[in-house]
């Protein structure tokens, strides 16, 4: 299966591969690091990072709190472990997001560069027509689209005349 061009890979966020087969990845069968943005692997099944439950050597679940087996946590009778929260950002424990020294490392998923989130991209690109500066919400080209409904184009199907037929 050949990738356009514009697509990245999950893992790592390069161009010309899928996550799948990442050459960057860490841990087994050629998985990237997981949830994106640098987050740690966390198997749902013994409730420890660095693996997924599909590669757990475990063969039954496990209580998040206790680590054995036969019951899950909520049903646990040790004391409740508080686990520490991870950066938002960088996925590692020891801050929050706003304080992270990762945050350069953030890629933003409407112009591409580094160093910031889409929700605070000073490059917004418009979903209905493709231009960078505004939102669909505030396109002025919104009669070019076409209504879902009747198929025809300057209005959207919330304002459709014609009934829909199920």
């Known amino acids: 299966m050949e990738m356009s061009s514009n697509s990245e890979c999950f893992g790592c966020g390069r161009s010309g591969h899928w996550v799948k087969h990442c050459p960057n990845a860490s841990g087994s069968r050629g998985r990237g690091r997981g949830r994106g943005r640098g987050k740690e692997l966390f198997c749902y099944r013994c409730g420890d990072q660095g693996h997924m439950a599909r590669d757990c050597d475990q063969t ?14 909520r049903d ?5 472990k508080e686990r520490e929260q991870l950066c938002y950002t960088c996925g590692k424990a020891g801050h929050m997001a706003r304080d992270c020294d990762h945050a350069n490392e953030q890629k933003c998923y409407s112009c591409g560069g580094f160093g910031h989130i889409q ?4 490059k917004v690109k418009c ?8 939102v669909a919400v505030h396109c002025s080209k919104a009669s070019e689209t076409n209504c879902y409904n009747c ?3 300057g209005h959207l199907a919330k304002e459709c005349t014609i009934e829909a037929t199920a």
Request: charged share 30%.
């Open 119 to 122: 929700k605070l991209c000073d």
């Open 60 to 73: 039954e679940d496990a209580c998040y709190n206790c680590h054995r087996s036969g019951h899950i946590s």
């Open 127 to 134: 979903y209905r027509c493709g231009e960078i500066g505004h």
């Open 76 to 80: 646990c009778k040790e004391p409740r």
């Open 151 to 153: 198929g025809k184009a």
